[in-house]
Structures are given as structure tokens and as C-alpha cells.
């Protein structure tokens, strides 16, 4: 070790003690079905993952919101005398979820065939309609 400096020796020691296969893999797809889930792992066309080799983030799985509905009275603001407010209820999508064509970012665990799916390219909500 004559000559080395103490960055470069534990440079090889952090080597030796965790080697490259113990790290996950960011990987991207490309979603070919969903029900059930197929992704064809990018650069990889040997590699079309199915539902039993993929976990699927909430990010990636449709989420709605419902707000319930509202009611409320007002007092005699503006000489109008008391009435009423009602806001029915409204569910709202925060995000949707995979389709077919979509891109997505992957995690591959490290030493297995497991693949988290993070999140897709793009937004979490198409807002073109």
C-alpha cells in the first residue's frame, strides 16, 4: 500500500465490502398491458416483466379524492337575510393510473428479479382534456 493515499485505500476497502450486484438498478419500461401488468424493461427486449415480478408504487395506481358534500347557513350579511349554502359532493382524480404505452422508472432489487415501479415519465395527471 506504499504510495496510496488514505482515499484511495478506502476506496478498495468500501469495493470489497460492497460489491456493485448489492446495489439496486434504476431501470426504465415501457408498460405493454395492464390488466394483468406487463412492462417490457428498456434496452433489455428479452426482458418483458410480469405482474409477479413487479411492485407498483401508490404513484403509479389511481387515487381519487371525494369531498363530501357541504352545507352551511349565513346569517343577514348585506340586508339579504339568512339562506343557505350547498355544495353537492365532488370526487376529483389526483392521479391516474399506468396505461398502456406509458414509461416508467423502475427500482430492480438488488440480486433478484424484483422490480419497483416508482413513477411514470410525465405528469401525475393529464390535464389536456
Known amino acids: 500500500m506504499a504510495g ?9 476497502m468500501a469495493k470489497k465490502s460492497f460489491p456493485a450486484a ?3 438498478d434504476i431501470v426504465w419500461g415501457e408498460v405493454k398491458a395492464v390488466d394483468p401488468i406487463q412492462i417490457q ?4 427486449p428479452a426482458m418483458l416483466l410480469t405482474q ?10 389511481e387515487q381519487r ?3 363530501p358534500e357541504w352545507k352551511t347557513e349565513t346569517g343577514n350579511e348585506g340586508g ?7 355544495i353537492p359532493e365532488h370526487e376529483f382524480i389526483l392521479w391516474r393510473g399506468l ?4 414509461i416508467v422508472i423502475m427500482l430492480r432489487v438488488s440480486n433478484s428479479n424484483l422490480f419497483y415501479v416508482m413513477q411514470r415519465e410525465g405528469p401525475l395527471l393529464d390535464t389536456a382534456d
Open 99 to 102: 396505461e398502456e404505452g406509458d
Open 65 to 67: 379524492l371525494i369531498i
Open 52 to 61: 409477479e415480478f413487479i411492485r407498483i408504487s401508490p404513484f403509479c395506481e
Open 22 to 24: 448489492a446495489f439496486p
Open 41 to 44: 424493461v428498456k434496452n433489455e
Open 4 to 12: 496510496e493515499n488514505l482515499v484511495d485505500i478506502i476506496g478498495k
Open 80 to 86: 339579504e337575510g339568512p339562506h343557505d349554502h350547498e
